[in-house]
């Protein structure tokens, strides 16, 4: 064999060997890359796990298969109620602790309009208020035939539009979500609030008239008591807000020009009417006390009520239909700013929460 050969089969050998080293390398530099993989999946899984079990601090479902809100922020929720799709949104204070039981305030937007817009702070300050106080504060959607919800009214008794003219159960409609939102969240039982804007504080008074077994109070903000059959089980706290000069419910009665159609609305009761129904039914003394006087505005209540109720009203000068202390987009006249609804609406719940609770004591 000459050496040329030699040398062939010496490199044939040695290319055998380590293509032999190599396949024996190679099965452990994969299952090395695949372990990292797995580790990395093992991670992303891991992380997946956590992130699904934080987002359950937030909605917990309980034994019974109800949702648990856990913490503060901003939800919307919907139901099925009388055939109908019914959506509100939830509003949970900074300070929120589901160990601790929190008032309800229940916000009712105006006719025409939707509970994204009662939501927004820039007009109406309640998610401030909400988070000043500690108080839940829910706004629920009216009755509109549109899917957005726009443009939504409430069947509040002679009032308004199509909640009206349909009879649409906003009272039902009512009575589901508060139980769903006693289910959710931790509330104060003694401490469920009504109050809206127009068409919607007149949804408040349908609610006092048929709800006082579940409403602790309302607070009307230009918006009349306009029911068709009122027969509260039990007293029912009132305060109701307007401006003298509003140009739509008329403060002494009757509905402004400025309602393009007026079959759409009512011949509104008058706002001295309104707060004399209720002081008959709530038993309270017939003469008021005067509890606020200045430039621009007064308030006055009606004390010594049946079972630690109260009547109480208070007038701004100015400010035609909007509410006090907070803002609109657009209309002739701006909002009064001599007095705050959300600041005399949060000290007249807690005040007569407080007197009803020590009536019920006491007999």
Request: aromatic share 8%.
């Amino acid at each position: 064999m000459n050496t040329l050969s030699v040398l062939k089969n010496f490199l044939a050998i040695n290319i055998a060997a380590l293509c032999a080293v190599c396949c024996l390398l190679s099965p452990p530099l994969a299952i090395a890359q695949d372990e990292q993989a797995d580790g990395s999946l093992r991670d992303r899984i891991k992380q997946r796990v956590a992130e699904r079990r934080e987002g359950r601090q937030d909605n917990e479902i309980d034994s019974a298969g109800a949702l648990k809100i856990q913490k503060p922020g901003d939800y919307t929720r919907s139901l099925q109620h009388d055939g109908l799709a019914r959506s509100y949104r939830i509003h949970v204070p900074k300070q929120y602790q589901a160990s601790k039981s929190a008032p309800l305030v229940l916000a009712f937007h105006g006719g025409g309009g939707d509970m994204d817009y009662m939501a927004k702070d820039e007009y109406y300050g309640l998610i401030s208020k909400s988070d000043a106080e500690g108080f839940v504060v829910v706004f629920p959607n009216g009755y509109s035939k549109f899917k957005s919800g726009k443009f939504a009214t409430w069947n509040a008794g002679a009032c308004c539009a199509s909640a009206r003219d349909n009879n649409i159960d906003d009272v039902g409609f009512v009575r589901k979500m508060v139980a769903s939102l006693t289910r959710e969240l931790n509330i104060n039982r003694q401490m469920i609030f009504a109050t809206g804007m127009s068409n919607g504080g007149m949804m408040s008074y349908r609610l006092a008239c048929e709800m006082s077994d579940t409403i602790t109070a309302i607070a009307a903000v230009a918006g009349t008591d306009n029911t068709i059959d009122c027969q509260p089980r039990k007293p029912v706290s009132i305060l109701h807000i307007h401006a003298k000069n509003d140009d739509r419910v008329l403060f002494n009665g009757g509905a402004g020009k400025k309602f393009r159609d007026e079959s759409k609305v009512a011949d509104f009761v008058s706002v001295p009417d309104s707060v004399k129904k209720w002081v008959t039914r709530n038993h309270c003394q017939s003469t008021p006390l005067q509890t606020l006087e200045k430039p621009g505005a007064y308030c006055e209540k009606y004390a010594q009520c049946k079972g630690g109720v109260a009547v109480q009203l208070c007038v701004t000068d100015t400010g035609g239909h909007s509410w006090p202390g907070g803002t609109k987009p657009r209309g002739s006249e701006s909002p009064s700013q001599v007095i705050s609804a959300n600041d005399v609406m949060w000290d007249f719940f807690t005040s007569t929460q407080m007197a009803n609770a020590s009536a019920n004591k006491n007999q």
